[in-house]
Protein backbone atom coordinates (compact mmCIF):
# COMPACT_ATOMS: atom_id res chain seq x y z
CA UNK A 1 0.00 0.00 0.00
CA UNK A 2 1.68 3.34 -1.13
CA UNK A 3 0.93 6.39 1.04
CA UNK A 4 1.77 9.96 0.32
CA UNK A 5 1.08 11.52 3.68
CA UNK A 6 0.01 16.02 3.42
CA UNK A 7 0.73 18.44 5.71
CA UNK A 8 0.49 21.99 6.36
CA UNK A 9 -2.84 23.64 5.68
CA UNK A 10 -4.74 25.30 7.57
CA UNK A 11 -6.40 29.13 7.77
CA UNK A 12 -4.73 31.79 6.46
CA UNK A 13 -5.58 35.50 5.86
CA UNK A 14 -5.76 36.73 2.08
CA UNK A 15 -2.25 37.73 0.98
CA UNK A 16 -0.81 35.03 3.36
CA UNK A 17 1.41 32.37 2.50
CA UNK A 18 1.32 28.33 3.13
CA UNK A 19 3.77 25.41 2.52
CA UNK A 20 2.26 22.00 1.88
CA UNK A 21 4.86 19.18 2.70
CA UNK A 22 3.74 15.64 0.81
CA UNK A 23 5.85 12.56 2.42
CA UNK A 24 6.55 10.34 -0.39
CA UNK A 25 7.88 6.40 -0.45
CA UNK A 26 11.51 6.49 -1.50
CA UNK A 27 10.90 3.85 -4.58
CA UNK A 28 8.06 6.14 -5.74
CA UNK A 29 10.23 9.23 -5.21
CA UNK A 30 12.75 8.43 -7.43
CA UNK A 31 10.23 7.14 -10.92
CA UNK A 32 6.81 9.23 -10.34
CA UNK A 33 6.31 12.63 -11.63
CA UNK A 34 4.88 14.32 -7.84
CA UNK A 35 2.03 16.52 -8.52
CA UNK A 36 -0.37 18.53 -6.61
CA UNK A 37 -4.28 19.08 -7.09
CA UNK A 38 -7.26 20.70 -5.90
CA UNK A 39 -10.66 20.31 -5.17
CA UNK A 40 -13.18 22.82 -4.12
CA UNK A 41 -16.95 22.57 -2.84
CA UNK A 42 -18.61 21.52 -5.59
CA UNK A 43 -15.86 21.85 -8.58
CA UNK A 44 -13.72 19.33 -10.61
CA UNK A 45 -10.60 18.27 -9.26
CA UNK A 46 -8.22 20.38 -10.70
CA UNK A 47 -4.34 20.14 -11.14
CA UNK A 48 -2.75 22.86 -9.07
CA UNK A 49 1.42 21.72 -10.25
CA UNK A 50 3.50 19.22 -11.75
CA UNK A 51 7.38 18.37 -11.16
CA UNK A 52 9.28 15.72 -12.77
CA UNK A 53 11.64 13.19 -11.36
CA UNK A 54 14.45 16.12 -13.47
CA UNK A 55 12.63 19.34 -11.52
CA UNK A 56 11.01 19.98 -14.75
CA UNK A 57 7.62 22.02 -13.26
CA UNK A 58 4.21 22.73 -14.80
CA UNK A 59 1.51 25.71 -12.92
CA UNK A 60 -1.99 25.72 -13.49
CA UNK A 61 -2.56 29.41 -15.28
CA UNK A 62 -4.24 30.27 -11.96
CA UNK A 63 -1.51 30.02 -9.17
CA UNK A 64 2.08 30.57 -12.29
CA UNK A 65 3.63 33.29 -10.18
CA UNK A 66 2.25 32.84 -6.81
CA UNK A 67 3.05 29.15 -6.16
CA UNK A 68 6.17 26.91 -6.36
CA UNK A 69 6.32 23.46 -6.35
CA UNK A 70 9.73 21.38 -5.35
CA UNK A 71 11.52 18.12 -4.41
CA UNK A 72 13.96 17.53 -1.28
CA UNK A 73 15.83 14.77 -2.30
CA UNK A 74 17.17 14.19 1.28
CA UNK A 75 13.87 14.70 2.92
CA UNK A 76 11.69 12.37 0.39
CA UNK A 77 9.44 15.31 0.23
CA UNK A 78 7.65 17.28 -1.90
CA UNK A 79 6.19 20.63 -1.43
CA UNK A 80 4.19 23.41 -2.39
CA UNK A 81 4.94 27.02 -1.71
CA UNK A 82 2.03 28.90 -1.73
CA UNK A 83 1.98 32.69 -1.95
CA UNK A 84 0.29 35.71 -2.09
CA UNK A 85 -3.02 33.17 -0.91
CA UNK A 86 -7.09 34.45 -2.69
CA UNK A 87 -10.07 33.27 -1.19
CA UNK A 88 -10.05 31.28 -4.21
CA UNK A 89 -7.23 28.73 -3.20
CA UNK A 90 -9.55 27.72 -0.59
CA UNK A 91 -9.69 24.09 -1.10
CA UNK A 92 -8.84 20.31 -0.02
CA UNK A 93 -5.82 20.01 -1.49
CA UNK A 94 -3.88 16.51 -2.71
CA UNK A 95 -0.56 15.45 -3.46
CA UNK A 96 -0.21 12.86 -6.68
CA UNK A 97 2.46 10.80 -7.82
CA UNK A 98 2.30 9.19 -11.35
CA UNK A 99 4.39 7.07 -13.58
CA UNK A 100 2.86 5.45 -16.47
CA UNK A 101 -0.39 4.05 -15.96
CA UNK A 102 0.24 4.18 -11.83
CA UNK A 103 -1.25 6.58 -10.01
CA UNK A 104 -1.48 7.31 -6.32
CA UNK A 105 -3.22 10.12 -3.81
CA UNK A 106 -2.34 11.52 -0.71
CA UNK A 107 -5.99 12.07 1.90
CA UNK A 108 -5.92 15.81 1.71
CA UNK A 109 -5.16 18.68 3.47
CA UNK A 110 -7.41 21.37 3.77
CA UNK A 111 -6.56 25.22 2.93
CA UNK A 112 -9.04 27.92 3.97
CA UNK A 113 -7.90 31.67 2.62
CA UNK A 114 -10.63 33.76 4.38
CA UNK A 115 -10.87 37.16 6.57
Known amino acids: QVQLVESGGGLVQPGGSLRLSCAVPRSIFSIYTMGWYRQAPGKERELVATITVDGRTNYADSVKGRFTVSRDSAKITVHLQMNSLKPEDTAVYYC?????????WGQGTQVTVSS
Open 96 to 104: NAQFVDYQY
